[in-house]
């Protein structure tokens, strides 16, 4: 059975509650598919499930996590979601 | 390109807010408390109280907090801006209650000026802006009868005036750098006890003159002033040009290339004559005399008489090498006939006049170089400018008959005296006479003129102290 590619967010959860502005670490965990290599991760913050504003991207292919610095000016809300994104390439075949 | 994506659940995010509850209507909140706290703080603050005292510290406050919370008691308009006051400058026009108009604008004072400018006899308009009232601030100065002392910098800058003037103050001579030389001397030599209430912007003659406790010149006296005193001046070879090796040619790219055929009698240049002229061919468009003083010589002027109207340009040159190395040093924006003085500042060893963009030739009759000798003291008031009559003669025919005959032009006389001069400056009319005996020099004081000076005699009224007088005709 060939193993495809995922990436999966641990962190924020449902419950966490983040303070603005403050410094929190975005963490996640990723399985590598057959013949794939992973180039980068990219994340961005959502609001009511509409993109807010860019995190960061181009997150080396070997982090599992990041320190996000939240910014002021973020209103008080709890309908906030951190999205990844990892892309990768698929190796030649021999 | 390829990829895999999640999204995480719903979080919340929250906002820091400061704890309100410390601020109520009577809270007493201290000037230096306000350094500490943050925009986001005084927001909160304001917003559960508009009664904060006013001495609160506006460091930190945004205009709109200025304007949204002072309106009731304060006379701030929408212009103030808050963060261009320091803290002090706040308190201080808040304690002493100033009726600051509704368009003072924070941002054209300096600090120290409000701070000065506001006590309850001032009488600054406050529209006045603090860069640049100097004029105000002297009034201000002035009525404290401050008594500044002679030695105080007629140059200082109004702030630091400001500072440093009170009634016990010391400020050394060595702080006006940038007063007039001239002004300095005299102030000194004369020992003048000058007040406060004389003007900042009197120009050396006036300084130089008896004050009386009633003078009450303006300021705008001394610009005027300040133009004639600069007039005064003698200009004539004082670096032996008139001895220099001339050189023929032209100069490009700060090469010079001997041409003997573009110069024509290049000697009358220096003759002290400006009869005799000396011509500027135009055959290429250029051409250029060099005069080589055999050792680098400073030089403050470059004067020219012209005998035929210039068409094209001239331009003047310096350099060190013979043959290289030219650098513009100036020009002469004079096309008429006459002498035309061009100011330069520049030592070398090689100068050099060239012509340029020529389209015909050029008559030029004589070349000064040299540096401007303007005397240290002003010369007396009774000086002379006359003109001399002894150009008629008397013949007496066989019958008797007398007739007058014109011999000559009348002649322009300038007797300059000079009643009170050091040993230093005796030594430069010194060799302003030992020069000006020979050749023609320049004497500017109505404009521009020539003459030939007389010899000079120098009489010592007081231990190295001389009087003497200049006559040129």
């Given amino acids: ?94 | 390109m390829p990829f895999v994506d999640d999204l995480s659940p719903n979080f919340s995010i929250f906002v820091d807010v400061p704890e309100t509850k410390s601020f109520t209507h009577s809270d007493s909140i201290s000037v230096s408390e306000s350094f500490s706290k943050s925009v986001q703080t005084w927001k909160t603050v304001l917003s559960v109280s508009t009664s904060l005292s006013l001495i609160d510290s506006g460091l930190s406050r945004t205009v709109t907090d200025f304007r949204s919370n002072y309106t009731n008691s304060d006379s701030l308009t929408l212009t103030d801006s808050g963060l261009s006051r320091t803290t002090d400058t706040w308190r201080y026009i808040f304690s002493v209650s100033a009726g600051l108009g509704l368009t003072d604008s924070g941002l054209t004072r300096a600090t120290p000026t409000w701070r000065y400018a506001i006590t309850p006899s001032d009488s600054l308009g406050l529209t006045d802006s603090g860069l640049s009232k100097a004029i105000e601030t002297w009034r201000h100065v002035i009525n404290y009868s401050m008594s500044l002392t002679v030695s105080e910098s007629l140059s200082r800058a109004t702030p630091e005036w400001r500072k440093q003037l009170t009634k016990s103050d010391a400020i050394s001579i060595a702080d006006g750098l940038d007063v007039d030389v001239e002004t300095i001397i005299h102030i000194r030599d004369l020992s003048d006890s000058l007040s406060v209430a004389e003007s900042l912007g009197r120009a050396t003659q006036l300084w130089y003159n008896p004050f009386t406790a009633s003078d009450s010149l303006s300021i705008s006296d001394g610009l005027s002033v300040q133009v004639k005193i600069t007039d005064d001046v003698y200009f004539y070879d004082n670096i032996g040009l008139k001895d220099a090796t001339i050189l023929r040619g032209s100069i490009s790219g700060g090469n010079f290339t001997s041409n003997n055929a573009l110069i024509v009698n290049e000697s009358s240049l220096t003759d002290g004559h400006v009869g005799l002229s000396t011509t500027f061919k135009s055959t290429s468009g250029t051409s250029c005399v060099v005069f080589d003083l055999g050792s680098a010589k400073e030089t403050t002027f470059v004067a020219i008489y012209l005998n035929t109207i210039l068409n094209g340009n001239i331009n003047f040159y310096g350099s060190n090498s013979q043959g290289s190395g030219y650098s513009n040093i100036g020009f002469s924006n004079s096309s008429s006939t006459g002498w035309a003085i061009n100011i330069v500042d520049d030592t070398y060893r090689y100068y050099a006049v060239q012509c340029e963009s020529l389209s015909a030739d050029v008559q030029i009759a004589e070349i000064i170089i040299g540096k401007q000798f303007k005397p240290e003291v002003r010369f007396d008031v009774g000086s002379q400018k006359s003109k001399r009559n002894d150009n008629v003669s008397i013949a007496e025919s066989l019958g008797g008959t007398e007739y007058a005959f014109k011999t000559k032009d009348d002649e322009t006389r300038v007797v300059r005296n000079y009643s009170n001069i050091s040993s230093g400056l005796k030594s430069e009319f010194e060799s302003l006479s030992n020069n000006g005996n020979v050749n023609k020099f320049i004497y500017s004081y109505d404009g521009l003129t020539y003459g030939l000076i007389e010899p000079m005699q120098f009489e010592e009224i007081a231990h190295n102290r001389y009087r003497t007088s200049v006559s040129i005709s």
């Fill in chain 1, 1 to 94: 059975m060939p193993v495809s590619s995922s990436v999966t967010l641990t962190s924020p959860n449902s419950v966490a509650n983040w303070e603005s502005p403050s410094t929190q670490t975005i963490t996640w965990t990723k399985q590598v598919g057959d013949d794939h290599t992973v180039l980068n991760f990219v994340l961005q913050l959502y609001k009511d499930g509409s993109y807010n504003s860019a995190i960061a991207s181009g997150i080396s292919a070997s982090a599992t996590s990041y320190s996000w610095s939240i910014p002021s000016g973020l209103s008080d809300d709890d309908d906030y979601q951190v999205y990844i994104k990892m892309n990768y390439v698929e190796d030649e075949g021999e």
